[in-house]
């Protein structure tokens, strides 16, 4: 069953699909949707962009005990982002399903999608003036790995195509594990808007989990607080007093030290003083004894030692 079955028959007469609904995801931005009617009556400076969701039902189990859903293909590209099958369709030589189909054999090589399979169009944001068309087939599990594995073989793989992945569809315990950890890599364009609005048009996962989903990708890409600037904040009032008081004490720290420096060179200055003092006055009362007493003293001195000699050398 096509992706147009599942979002019911065309009213009788009708021509277009009615409107699309909107994502309805907090914390993903919405894109305009229009009918693929409305796309086509888009004048020519509108570039038209249209990529494929290829799915699968996948009864298998996760460790034994993780329902897996479904396996749902996504591309690792060339810029490391991640990306549907697909790319850009010159109107002027291509209806979007043959310019699709074009695309897909270059990437994927065994596949064709027709006008059954077209899901929804959005107006992108930004500068570029882009409808971005997308689609979806449902297949079964074993001709989904049919096509991982005939991609492997393409023309673009190794080069615009790195390599098919699949998209994990559950939660684990943590609350990260599986999708919010696969939402919180970098997507080319619409890429990741479409696989959410896929997934809910689809009834491929709960609305709830995917705002769940959404939600834990956010916590992850809180910006991280800058050291210089934030650090104060990041620690809590507490932390903050606690850094003031220890820079508060090592102030006071240094201003101790600083007054003790201070103290013992103006002590080691006023010993200085004192030697200097003491010198002059034990000079000032030798100049004071009188020359005949110096005199006096000297001949006594002498005296003293010429008596002692005779007596040391008797001695010996």
Not at 250 to 275: F, H, K, P, Y
């Amino acid at each position: 069953m096509g992706a147009m079955a599942a979002m019911g028959a065309l009213p009788a007469g009708a021509a277009v699909l009615p409107p699309l609904p909107t994502l309805g995801v907090p914390g993903v931005p919405e894109l305009k949707p229009l009918t693929r009617y409305d796309a086509m009556r888009l004048g020519p400076g509108w570039s038209h962009s249209c990529h494929a969701m290829l799915y699968a039902p996948n009864p298998g189990m996760l460790f034994g005990r993780i329902p897996l859903r479904y396996a749902v293909l996504m591309q690792m590209r060339f810029d490391g982002l991640l990306g549907f099958p697909g790319g850009f369709v010159d109107r002027r030589y291509w209806s979007l399903e043959d310019g699709l189909n074009r695309v897909l054999g270059l990437g994927l090589g065994c596949v064709r999608l027709t006008e059954a399979d077209y899901l929804c169009s959005h107006l992108t944001e930004g500068p570029h003036r882009v409808v971005a068309h997308f689609y979806a087939r449902q297949l079964t599990l074993e001709e989904l790995h049919t096509i991982e594995i005939s991609a492997v073989h393409s023309r673009d793989h190794g080069l615009e195509v790195m390599g098919m992945v699949r998209v994990p569809l559950y939660t684990q315990k943590d609350r990260m594990g599986g999708l919010p950890n696969f939402l919180a890599n970098s997507f080319v364009g619409t890429a990741k808007f479409q696989l959410l609005f896929a997934l809910k048009i689809l009834n491929m996962v709960p609305e709830e989990k995917l705002a769940e989903a959404v939600a834990a990708t956010q916590k992850l890409k809180k910006p991280p607080i800058d050291h210089a600037s934030g650090v104060m904040g990041s620690l809590g009032a507490k932390s903050a007093n606690e850094l003031m008081a220890q820079a508060k004490t090592g102030s006071e720290l240094r201003d101790q030290a600083e007054n003790q420096a201070m103290v013992q060179a103006m002590a080691e200055s006023a010993e200085q003083v004192l030697v200097g003092l003491e010198s002059q006055a034990v000079a000032e009362q030798l100049m004071s004894v009188p020359v005949a007493e110096a005199l006096e003293q000297a001949v006594v001195l002498g005296a003293d030692a010429v008596m002692q000699q005779p007596v040391a050398e008797a001695m010996e």
